[in-house]
């Protein structure tokens, strides 16, 4: 069973830079999708991020492309978020996500059975 804690919120001005870690225990992120996701207060959950670990393909909701990036360390175990030029609407709770199984590619609407607790971004 794979537990994910992130971490590296806070509160930065706009076009500034935040790295967001998502660490798993439990089990290894080789082979699976693993997705940033946010959700602002009172909104519906976006897509940021994700990642198909095996391979390093990765994809990006149309607003952060070009500003964040996805990446995962070499030994599979925890997956960052670069956010550069950040923007007040990026206020959110952050939160990573992880699927149980192999798929041959990743996307934002597929099933992520592992999830974190969030960490909190606020840009002002």
């Known amino acids: 069973h794979v537990q994910l804690v992130e971490s590296g919120g806070g509160s930065v001005q706009a076009g500034g830079s935040l790295r967001l870690s998502c660490a798993a225990s439990?089990?290894?992120?080789?082979?699976?999708?693993v997705a940033w996701f946010r959700q602002p207060p009172g909104k519906e959950r976006e897509g940021v991020a994700l990642i198909l670990s095996r391979d390093g393909v990765t994809d990006y909701g149309d607003s952060v492309k070009g500003r964040f990036s996805i990446s995962i360390d070499a030994a599979r175990t925890t997956v960052f978020l670069e956010m550069n030029t950040l923007k007040p609407e990026d206020t959110a709770m952050y939160y990573c996500a992880a699927s149980a199984y192999e798929y041959p590619r990743c996307v934002f609407s597929g099933t992520y059975q592992y999830r974190g607790q969030g960490t909190q971004v606020t840009v002002s």
């Open positions: 439990g089990g290894r992120l080789s082979t699976r999708c």
